[in-house]
């Protein structure tokens, strides 16, 4: 039996969407509590941030590979067992991460997981383009990025009551208070058992089985795509889509970067739009301005900014086949380019921390030298160790400092990035390096007045909005429509490895460049975004309404689409059926 049409379309997309949105980010952000109480990644007083940043990051490796080879699979095996096939890998590494007891298991499925994850993101908005009516195209493949985020605030949601009441745990040992017990009461709990972290991994991993698991089961019942077949001299007989279905050239990946150049410019435009306007930075550093703007429930407020970056997807789903591409994109990117601006211009720059390096040795959480001060020891006991504060100065002469490397810093920093808002949302909470030169923490620091807060958060929420209005929810709609069909699912793998490339880059980079300028390091973000806008209000063409190969042509006839009013390929054979199931 198959099933075909637009809503068999809609659940492929949406499917995919949620398994990258709850398996592939979501997860990370609650299990970076439990994960190192289970497997030991914690010892007395000392984090092995080594451990933790590999177990939270190796996902995000094994997508980018996923996505990368995603185009060779789909073309050999076809989309629809390509889509499967994903789908089966996603589901054995989320099965095998809900039972890994040791961490080498962990690591290993996070990685298999990533690797399916990756695979989806090329395979079903490329299944989905080839397939859709181009009436409706743009608001399916716009469908996966609102399951992305629907993803994301589910894994929180859930996140949230799995976590318990150690949940609030804060300050410079939060994730060892979590681990031993004690909460926001400052009551003692039981201490951390392996059997309640299997319990909370449980909680919060199986639910995610569903989706891989409806993604597989969907795919096996969905028609193939029609282009893939004409390819083949092949046609099935459950159509939808109205584009040519004569058999295509294979094109090669010199092609994309000589006949088709103009669509992969864009095609690296869209990643840069996505990812270098820095969306990782502002979420890492949400809780920060929430600080400084007077807000005592932090978790709440994150909680609540990820809904809002769910609900705004819902804007672009509605309008991007009605408004357009151009219409929707071009100013969202210009707004949140003109915010990340903002927020830089409102929010003060951080006071410098005075540095303290530490001897080579293992990976340690650093104490602050706030503690009490140790008890007087009896002249018959033996000597005590000096206070901490005494022994970082004492050890930060034995290294210079400026002796850490930014890569190191990066790494140390991987784990906050991959456990999301609630593993910053205290400044005062800090990693240490081997050799590392770490900052005493200031404690949070306020805005000016009143009016600065208020901007900081206005920005903040309109960053967001313009974000996944434009460049969010649209670079899974343009990357899959501006290529040739005898190209298409080649390139889209490649873009999707190279957006999975970019958003590494800015989890290495930020942290370094956040210690040297502060909050000013915004600036930087914003720069890409003003330049973003300026190449796609010239160069991208409208696509709306517009069959896949028509498209193509359009890219190959010129590079500056603007003032040329008259640049409007013929309507579309598509635009003649509006009322396809």
């Given at each position: 039996m198959q099933i075909g049409g637009v809503p068999a379309l809609a659940a492929v997309n949406s499917l995919g969407g949620l398994v990258y949105g709850y398996i592939i980010v979501g997860i990370s952000t609650t299990v970076g509590y439990f994960w190192p109480c289970w497997y030991n990644i914690y010892h007395g007083t000392t984090l092995n941030t080594w451990e933790i940043a590999i177990v939270s990051s190796v996902v995000n490796i094994g997508a980018g590979c996923g996505a990368m080879g995603g185009g060779p699979v789909i073309n050999f095996l076809g989309r629809k067992k390509g889509i499967m096939l994903a789908a089966l890998i996603c589901l054995l590494g989320h099965v095998g991460s809900c039972f890994s007891v040791v961490y080498g298991m962990q690591v290993f499925f996070r990685i298999i997981v990533g690797v399916g994850g990756g695979m989806s993101t090329a395979a079903c908005p490329a299944y989905v383009a080839e397939m859709a009516p181009d009436n409706y195209r743009g608001t399916l493949n716009s469908l996966f990025q609102v399951c992305i985020t629907i993803g994301i605030f589910l894994a929180n949601f859930v996140g949230y009551f799995v976590a318990g009441p150690r949940r609030?745990?804060?300050?410079?040992?939060?994730?060892?208070?979590?681990?031993?017990?004690?909460?926001?009461?400052?009551?003692?709990?039981?201490?951390?058992?392996?059997?309640?972290?299997?319990?909370?991994?449980?909680?919060?991993?199986?639910?995610?089985?569903?989706?891989?698991?409806?993604?597989?089961?969907?795919?096996?019942?969905?028609?193939e795509s029609n282009k893939w077949l004409a390819e083949r001299g092949e046609r099935d007989p459950l159509k939808l889509t109205g584009g040519d279905e004569a058999p295509a050239a294979k094109g090669s990946i010199a092609d994309l970067f000589t006949i088709h150049r103009k669509a992969a410019v864009i095609g690296i435009v869209m990643c840069c739009a996505l990812q270098l306007t820095g969306i990782n930075a502002v979420m890492f550093y949400a809780t920060a301005f929430f600080t400084g703007a007077g807000i005592k429930q932090l978790l709440l407020a994150s909680m609540l900014l990820m809904l809002w970056n769910c609900v705004t997807t819902f804007i672009s789903l509605f309008l991007v086949d009605r408004a357009g591409r151009r219409l929707l994109l071009i100013p969202s990117v210009l707004v949140l380019s003109l915010s990340i601006i903002g927020l830089d211009i409102v929010t003060l720059t951080e006071p410098k921390r005075a540095a303290f390096n530490f001897v080579p040795g293992p990976p340690a959480m650093v104490i602050p030298p706030t503690m009490p001060t140790a008890p007087v020891p009896s002249p018959s006991a033996p000597p005590m160790p000096p206070p901490v504060s005494m022994k970082i100065a004492t050890q930060s002469l034995e290294n210079p400092v400026g002796s850490q490397t930014d890569l190191e810093e990066a790494l140390s920093t991987l784990v906050?990035?991959?456990?999301?808002?609630?593993?910053?949302?205290?400044?005062?909470?800090?990693?240490?390096?081997?050799?590392?030169?770490m900052e005493i923490p200031a404690p949070p620091k306020r805005v000016a007045n009143g009016a600065q807060s208020a901007f900081s958060i206005i920005f903040l929420v309109l960053y967001i909005a313009a974000f996944e209005i434009g460049p969010g929810c649209l670079f899974w709609v343009i990357v899959n429509e501006i290529f040739d069909p005898s190209i298409a699912s080649t390139a889209g793998g490649i873009f999707n490895a190279l957006m999975w490339v970019m958003t590494l880059f800015i989890t290495l980079t930020f942290p370094p460049l956040k210690s040297g300028m502060g909050s000013n390091v915004f600036l930087l973000y914003g720069i890409p975004?003003?330049?973003?806008?300026?190449?796609?209000?010239?160069?991208?063409?409208?696509?709306?309404?517009?069959?896949?190969?028509?498209?193509?042509?359009?890219?190959?006839?010129?590079?500056?689409?603007?003032?040329?009013?008259?640049?409007?390929?013929?309507?579309?054979?598509n635009d003649e059926s509006e009322n396809l199931p």
């Open positions: 609030n745990v804060h300050g410079a040992h939060s994730a060892i208070d979590y681990c031993e017990g004690g909460g926001t009461s400052g009551t003692p709990m039981e201490s951390y058992t392996s059997g309640h972290s299997l319990g909370q991994n449980l909680a919060l991993l199986l639910p995610g089985v569903i989706f891989p698991l409806g993604l597989a089961i969907l795919a096996m019942v969905v028609p906050k990035f991959a456990q999301g808002p609630e593993a910053v949302k205290e400044l005062g909470s800090f990693i240490a390096v081997p050799g590392a030169p975004g003003i330049l973003c806008t300026l190449f796609l209000f010239f160069c991208l063409p409208e696509t709306k309404g517009k069959d896949i190969s028509q498209i193509s042509e359009d890219l190959q006839s010129r590079w500056i689409v603007w003032p040329d009013r008259g640049y409007t390929a013929k309507k579309s054979i």
